[in-house]
């Protein structure tokens, strides 16, 4: 079974760029997770899509950062204009609900240098 | 807001010697899960606690929720090098569903 995959791995670009990340999860995950990981912290999460609809988005700084899981399979998420302090890895993970166990699996993530 | 504190930040610990990691949520969790991080890598989970109280091993590692389902433990007996990483608590509040990660507790081997 393929795992969850991120593309691209690495991005570098300078402040007031746009960006994007990919995310595909693991196949029949009905929910999806984009987060962000500083280093040397836990995950915090920006944004769960439960199918097509994004549940939580409390934490998602809406006036640069925005996400699109338009089928309820694959998503995107987009930084416009980039900043200095959105240097980081954006990790995507999937779970499916139904098995009562929330288990997340992790995609390898996206290591931004904003510069 | 909701937090789930993780101590210690980091542990330097012999070959041999055991490892703990505690969590402790300012709410009542649902459940709580734990994950692993390797140098480089990203979380990978390990287990989760649904019980009141319950208790569960994985070879070396003893996994403990609360009474109160407030607080948890992971403990490692006779570490090895393959359990160098980042250990991280994951905390599940019912009323919204959310995951409260706590910020994690890096396991060194010492030289």
């Known amino acids: 079974e393929a795992g969850v995959v991120q593309s691209p791995r690495y991005k570098i670009i300078e402040k007031k760029q746009p960006v994007a990340f990919w995310c595909n999860p693991i196949?029949?995950?009905?929910?999806l997770y984009w987060y962000l990981q500083n280093l040397g912290q836990g995950p915090e999460l920006l944004i769960r899509?439960?199918?097509?609809?994004?549940?939580?988005d409390s934490q998602l700084p809406k006036d640069r950062f925005s996400a699109e899981r338009l089928k309820g399979v694959d998503s995107t998420l987009k930084i416009q204009p980039a900043e200095l302090g959105d240097s980081a890895v954006y990790l995507c993970?999937?779970?499916?609900?139904?098995?009562?166990?929330?288990?997340?699996?992790f995609g390898p993530g996206t290591r931004l240098t904003v510069t | 807001g909701q937090q789930v504190m993780q101590i210690p930040q980091y542990q330097h610990v012999q070959e041999g010697e055991d490892f703990t990691t505690y969590c402790n949520s300012s709410?009542?969790?649902?459940?709580i899960q734990w994950y692993k991080q390797r140098p480089g890598g990203h979380p990978v989970f390990l287990i989760q606690?649904?019980?009141s109280g319950e208790v569960k091993k994985q070879k070396r590692l003893t996994f403990q929720f609360g009474e109160a389902k407030k607080n948890s433990s992971l403990h490692i007996t006779a570490t090895q090098t393959t359990d160098v990483g980042t250990y991280f608590c994951?905390?599940?509040?019912?009323?919204?569903?959310?995951?409260?990660w706590g910020a994690g507790t890096k396991l060194i081997i010492k030289p």
């Open positions: 196949s029949g995950h009905n929910t």
């Open positions: 899509y439960e199918n097509e609809e994004a549940v939580d």
């Open positions: 993970a999937s779970s499916s609900t139904g098995t009562g166990v929330y288990e997340q699996y």
């Open positions: 709410t009542t969790l649902s459940n």
């Open positions: 606690l649904v019980k």
């Open positions: 994951a905390g599940l509040v019912r009323s919204n569903y959310q995951l409260i």
